[in-house]
Nanobody
Framework: QVQLVESGGGLVQPGGSLRLSCRAS????????MGWYRQPSGKQRELVAA???????NYADSVKGRVTISRDSTKGPVYLQMNSLKPEDTAVYYC?????????WGQGTQVTVSS
């Protein structure tokens, strides 16, 4: 059973920064890929950023240059560092992992960007 637990969400002003963390049961390096999706209220869930076991990263165009995904070199968390946040970044952010063709999701953490 794979369990993913997110932390680090909250309320931040436009232009501010947040770092989200995702901890998994067992080593995060056993996953084929891990990443973050987000779902704004009333909209579909969308990819924010992902990283493969080999270290290849992928970012949504809307966050390129503002967001960095990273993973600990051991069994530590996967992080999403978000800078220069905008109101349109407001959403529930979900940690995601892929393992042998199966997808796993965390319960989500709310990020609200507002003055």
């Amino acid at each position: 059973q794979v369990q993913l637990v997110e932390s680090g969400g909250g309320l931040v002003q436009p232009g501010g920064s947040l770092r989200l963390s995702c901890r998994a049961s067992g080593s995060t390096f056993r996953f084929d890929a891990m990443g973050w999706y987000r779902q704004p209220s009333g909209k579909q869930r969308e990819l924010v950023a992902a990283v493969t076991r080999g270290g290849t990263t992928n970012y949504a165009d809307s966050v390129k240059g503002r967001v960095t995904i990273s993973r600990d070199s051991t069994k530590g968390p996967v992080y999403l560092q978000m800078n220069s946040l905008k109101p349109e970044d407001t959403a529930v952010y979900y940690c995601w992992s892929s393992l042998t063709g199966n997808n796993y999701w965390g319960q989500g953490t709310q990020v609200t960007v507002s003055s």
